[in-house]
């Protein structure tokens, strides 16, 4: 027997092994929550798809505009203590929208309305108590909060020059200003927070970024202190909060704020249902597909079946270790990729059949059937990748929420399928032949009667 | 042994009646509808919502409420135990969740919207234009792909055309059928119908190489042999192959398809047609079709012709 045999099976054993530790011991529930990340069909949860009004946003701020309100949205579900949403920035015929995967949630009306919100930041003193209370002052006679609403232009960094440390730098227009004199006079010495709602923001440390008010401010203000990442982070919200950005939906040029243009919301119950409705699909499928094998390839059949489970747990190692969301296509897709998995192996069987009937010993005939399987193989899956790219692109427009889960779980399975067919399925027969366990072409499913030419 | 080269007229006759009657079929929804399929919410907007009713309701009484509701242009499908699938114009969560109350008490049950999805108009038409361009362009880049594959072969581009053309023939039967589905159950399609339309794409190009990979290797053996004979010879060797796995991935899709549940049942059957389709347009279509161009047989592609001498 070849040495590389050997190692290459002790290679593929370890793969295995690892694949397998990678999802089972960990959790007894493969498809439980916390492993297997599941998307919104699957799971319940909200998708949210709203474009973006920027006719107020100066040309050539918008993109820094739209991460800010995506920093923003993803703070306000983060507070709610969601933590495996997505908050994506896409650009459509020069429309910008915002698209956002919320999984799991349950209160998906409430995810919606902190969404469905403009962003402002507010500003807060507190109280003798130590409740944090809106920072107010009066403005032609009207009681008004500081929000960062009065900001005049965007906020920068910038450094001081003498401890080089980071500056927040911000400037107030006019009902700004008044206000900012008016409170800062008063709190000179004392915090002044900054809040989303009703939660303060938090600096990368955790604690609540609070700078004390060192002199009157009036146009013009500095914030020190803080680090460079949360002057950034701080500025950024700031910026995305001054600058009135509606979420809606435009209707031709009539912009409805507040409407998303997509809006998906799935219970949870459904996805329960769903997963326990795949599972039993997958199940009767897959033991269908083997038995079928078995019967029809005897011991190669066999060593497919083998070299299938493999693939099926390697498939759902690679799932959890990129980490792929599972959607409900997604799943399909998993199925079918194993019934294409077959497909590599049953050209090689074929051709083994083909070989040995032809009087070829069985080592050869195994040989010959995998190298002239090859080009068949190769030429017919790319074909397959062709279509899984076209499908991601087409997966990545606004709208396609399942497309793209379909075109990645079927690109992986059928590159898994190749390398398993080709590899484990290989080292399997050749390991079975070599070792002559089992010398009976009928387990190969060739009667004597069909070897044609026993010339060779 | 089969000889698929000397029936091809018959085997060509089947696909044409089929793409006919898809194309009847196009027509009558077009007259009919004005659209040629049934679109779903993806492509002209709308609102989708699986409601769940405790007790169980009938279908009508549910249709009845939703018109006097308003709702006239509703459609409503039954899919699992008590729940419906309710496909209607644009209207927010709110207004959904009005809906199901108003449907609760009039029905005298309990009604919970398990899936709610909004599409607005506006952005639709983008979306179908994507669709399309995303199966053109496949189409395109498998042409592509075949032509640099079998470049060492004499005349290249043949082998991509045949191929190709064997592809459209299936997704068009496919829509073909659709259209049908559309005209007498009210089947639209949706995003997950072009995802499973461009896995088909896929699968019966893969399927169309491996007869195509065939031919390639016997003629390199057998140089003397007549091309239609080479032909036929490869498609009797690729058969068990081609069946094969056409029937291991038909167990899974059927597995799927009657224990799937009702989200994924059109697009499972889009799978399970275009494996079966494409099994046959690749085998019975795509290689006698190279032949027919070989040796210039036009006349056997329409039905009724005489055979030439």
Known sequence: MKRSTVYLFIFILALFGFALWSIVPLDRNVLGRERLKLGLDLKGGCYLVYQADLREAEPGTEDEIMEGVKGVIERRINALGITESTVQIQKHAERYSIVIQIPGIADVEKAKEMVGLFTVLEFREQDVVGNWTPAKGTVNGTEMTLTSRYFKENTYISFDPLTQKPLLVFEWDETGTQLSEQITQRLIGKPLAIFLGDKPLRGEDGYIIAPTVQEKISERGVITGLSLTDAETLSRLLNAGRIRVPLGKWEGEEFKPNIPLYDRTVDATLGQDSIQRSIVAAAIGIVLLAIFMLLYYRLPGLVACLSLGIYGVLLLAIFKLVPITLTLPGVAGFVVSFGMAVDANVLIFERIKEELRAGRSLGASVEAGFNRAWTAIRDSNITTFIACLVLFWLGGELGALMVRGFAVTLFIGVALSMFTAITVTRTFLRLIVHSRVINNLAAYGVTPLQITRNTR | ?309
């Open chain 2, 1 to 309: 042994m089969i000889d698929f080269v000397n029936n091809k007229r018959w085997f060509f006759l089947i696909s044409e009646i089929l793409v006919i009657i898809g194309i009847i079929s196009l027509i009558i929804s077009q007259l009919q509808f004005k659209t040629p399929l049934q679109l779903g919410i993806d492509f002209k907007g709308g609102t989708s919502m699986i409601l769940q009713f405790s007790p169980p309701v009938e279908q009508s009484e549910i249709r009845e409420e939703m018109i006097k509701l308003g709702y006239d242009e509703a459609r409503i499908q039954s899919a699992s135990e008590g729940d419906f699938i309710i496909y209607t114009r644009e209207i927010t969560s709110d207004q959904a969740k009005e809906l199901a109350e108003k449907l609760g008490t009039e029905l005298d049950s309990q009604v919970e919207i398990i899936d709610y999805y909004l599409v607005w108009g506006t952005v639709a038409g983008e979306t179908t234009r994507n669709a399309f361009i995303a199966v053109v362009i496949a189409t395109v880049a498998m042409l592509f792909y075949i032509v640099w594959a079998f470049r060492h072969m004499p005349k290249p581009f043949r082998w991509g055309a045949c191929a190709v053309i064997a592809l459209a023939l299936n997704v068009f039967i496919i829509i073909g059928i659709f259209s049908l589905l559309g005209l007498l159950v009210a089947v639209a399609i949706d995003a997950l119908f072009v995802t499973a339309l461009l896995a088909v794409v896929g699968y019966s190009i893969n399927n169309t190489v491996v007869v195509f990979d065939r031919i390639r290797e016997n003629m390199s053996k057998h140089i003397r042999l007549d091309f239609a004979q080479t032909v036929n010879d490869s498609l009797v060797e690729t058969l068990a192959r081609c069946l094969n796995t056409a029937l291991t991935t038909i167990f899974v899709l059927l597995a799927l398809l009657l224990f799937g549940g009702s989200t994924i049942y059109y697009f499972v059957l889009v799978l399970l047609m275009g494996v079966v389709i494409g099994t046959y347009s690749s085998t019975c279509v795509a290689a006698p079709l190279l032949v027919v161009w070989e040796n210039r047989e036009w006349n056997a592609l329409w039905p009724f012709s005489k055979k030439r001498a």
